[in-house]
């Protein structure tokens, strides 16, 4: 069974940066696309990026260029590093994984089968 687990959310200042954490136990990471997406209150949950098994990487226009997804197969851990924050940024952040992903959608929440439970991100101006 896989179970991601999501750390490193908290409060953070407009223009700040923060790290997440998604610790997978239960699979070797480097075997699925590891996607990020958050959910604000109100909102429909949406996708922030994805890394492929290769490690080729996608972001959803709202944080491309501020946002980075990267993969520590080691560790068997996926990070989102996030800069230059915005109130709107404001979400809980949670990441999941897949077996497989239409690159169409590479973000479409019904492609991905496991989901961490997320952690909070609170960007103030």
């Known amino acids: 069974q896989v179970q991601p687990v999501e750390s490193g959310g908290g409060s953070v200042q407009a223009g700040g940066s923060l790290r997440l954490s998604c610790a997978a136990s239960?699979?070797?990471?480097?075997?699925?696309?590891m996607g990020w997406f958050r959910q604000a209150p109100g909102k429909e949950r949406e996708g922030v990026g994805m890394?492929?098994?290769?490690?080729?990487?996608w972001y959803a226009d709202p944080v491309r260029g501020r946002f980075t997804i990267s993969r520590d197969n080691a560790k068997n851990t996926l990070y989102l590093q996030m800069s230059s924050l915005k109130p709107e940024d404001t979400a809980m952040y949670s990441c999941?994984?897949?077996?497989?992903?239409?690159?169409?959608?590479?973000?479409?929440?019904?492609?991905?089968?496991?989901w961490g439970q997320g952690t909070q991100v609170t960007v103030s101006s």
């Open positions: 890394i492929s098994k290769a490690g080729v990487q």
């Open positions: 999941a994984a897949a077996s497989s992903i239409s690159w169409n959608l590479p973000v479409d929440p019904i492609q991905y089968q496991y």
């Open positions: 239960g699979v070797d990471i480097s075997n699925y696309y």
